[in-house]
């Protein structure tokens, strides 16, 4: 379903959804700082109010203009929306309790899958975990990627699919 709001059209569909059953499982599962690679018009919300409570620490990073003013809305003492032009901009040097990554760069569109998986490998050690949506429809595959961590679950009852990497833990679903 298309809708538009504003000058912007925006496709609303289940398949935006699907990561939520694991980011939710993660969230809670965690407690540190989050940071989230790609806002949206599902994770951003809820993400913002799994941490809004507790003043969790939360950082949204996202390339897309025309989403600015809709993330705006969910600035917060403890909810910080970082528009950037490089995704190289991210902060790494905190160490991030959850990642979620869910980009879809608007200026590499022909590379989304190699510039996801270059921003993964950049968290890897900077994050406890890693949630990945669309690994079914990005190209990840089964083999090489996957066998940067040392411990990975797909969650493939919906589709798109979503999966958790980690180099520090064993992945609590």
């Known amino acids: 379903m298309r809708v538009k709001v504003g000058d912007v ?3 609303l569909s289940k ?3 699907t990561h939520m059953k694991v980011l939710v499982h993660m969230v809670q599962a965690t407690s540190g700082p989050i940071i989230e690679i790609g806002g949206g018009l599902f994770s951003t919300p809820l993400l913002h109010w799994l941490c809004a409570e507790e003043r969790r620490k939360l950082v949204t990073y996202e390339d897309n203009q025309l989403f600015e003013r809709f993330l ?3 600035v917060s003492r403890s909810h910080s929306i970082v528009m950037v032009n490089d995704w190289n901009q ?3 040097k905190t160490h991030w309790s959850l990642a979620f990554v869910d980009h879809d760069p608007v200026n590499d569109l022909k590379n989304i899958t190699k510039r996801r998986q270059e921003m993964i490998l950049n968290l890897k050690g900077k994050a406890d975990y890693i949630v990945i949506h669309d ?3 990005k190209g990840y595959g ?3 990627f ?3 961590f040392k411990y990975v679950y797909h969650w493939n009852y919906a589709t798109p699919n979503t999966s958790v990497v980690s180099d520090f833990k064993d992945i609590p679903l």
């Open 9 to 11: 059209d925006l496709v």
């Open 135 to 137: 690994t079914n429809d």
């Open 15 to 17: 398949e935006y959804t």
């Open 142 to 144: 089964t083999g090489e």
């Open 90 to 92: 991210i902060d790494l």
């Open 72 to 74: 705006a809305s969910f």
């Open 146 to 148: 996957w066998n940067n």
